[in-house]
């Protein structure tokens, strides 16, 4: 839905038998709330660690990136998730966000990233509160207008990164094209922030279903990446409106 990840989850992972199977084998369990907790936790700790060496190893940048986009990809479409490389994501990937914040501080002031940082974690506990409290309700409808406006963003930004290339909006393509860049950026918060409403019906589904323990490592994996979308598009929304100064 949101994302990958949790898309696989619209039906069992495995067949019924292998569930049962792992559910009731030797020292498996049923998946729990808390499972998708730690897990969540320790991923986003690597995170944070990775990030603190690309800050102070800039260079890291692009090698950290392509790395974090293949384990991310691996991730995403393994049929049984491995621990070991959503680690190894969420390491990855923090060096490479550590490596491009540094450089929006450098290009457009600091206090840009703490910013973005704040931003996240702001959102993440003001959608989690709404989906507690039944305020969205993710329904057929919900899914629907979702998944459309998702595609109808990918297309763009797919255009908008091409023509980037070309100068288009000073390299920004689309997104730094005045006021419709500026409703792009915000097109990609909020759907980034509403991901994660997504991410949580599926947890729940999940834990629902009782599905085995392990799977805790996979909803992890696509609550960071859901994060790290989020704390991406912050950071190039408020990029351009201080660029605008």
């Known amino acids: ?95 490479f966000l550590g490596a491009l914040s540094l450089w929006f501080e450098t290009a457009y002031g600091p206090g840009i990233a703490r ?6 974690l702001v959102a993440f506990g003001v959608m989690l509160t709404m989906y507690q409290n039944k305020i969205i309700k993710v329904d057929a409808k919900f899914t629907k207008i979702f998944m459309t ?14 023509t980037s290339f070309f100068g288009v909006g000073g390299g920004w393509g689309f997104y730094g094209v005045g006021g419709l860049g500026l409703l792009l950026c915000a097109a990609g918060v909020l759907l980034a922030t509403f991901s994660l409403v997504m991410d949580f019906e599926m947890i729940n589904r999940g834990i629902a279903q009782g599905m085995p323990e392990k799977e805790s490592w996979r909803m992890a994996f ?8 989020l704390y991406t598009e912050l950071l190039r929304i408020m990029a351009i409106m201080r660029g605008d100064d």
């Open 115 to 120: 910013q973005a940082v704040l931003g996240t």
């Open 1 to 95: 839905m949101s994302n990958p990840i949790f898309s696989r989850m619209n039906g069992p992972v495995v067949s019924n038998e292998e569930l049962a199977q792992l559910v009731n084998g030797p020292g498996a369990g049923r998946l729990t709330i808390h499972d998708v907790i730690m897990k969540t936790a320790a991923v986003f700790a690597l995170v944070v660690v990775g990030a603190g060496i690309g800050w102070v190893m800039p260079g890291l940048l692009f090698p950290a990136m392509i790395v974090a986009l293949v384990l991310g990809l691996v991730n995403a479409f393994k049929r049984e998730v491995s621990p070991a490389l959503v680690i190894s994501y969420g390491l990855a990937e923090g060096v």
């Open 222 to 229: 696509g609550l960071v990446l859901s994060l790290v979308w």
């Open 149 to 162: 406006a998702m595609i109808s963003y990918g297309v763009i930004a797919l255009i908008s990164f091409v």
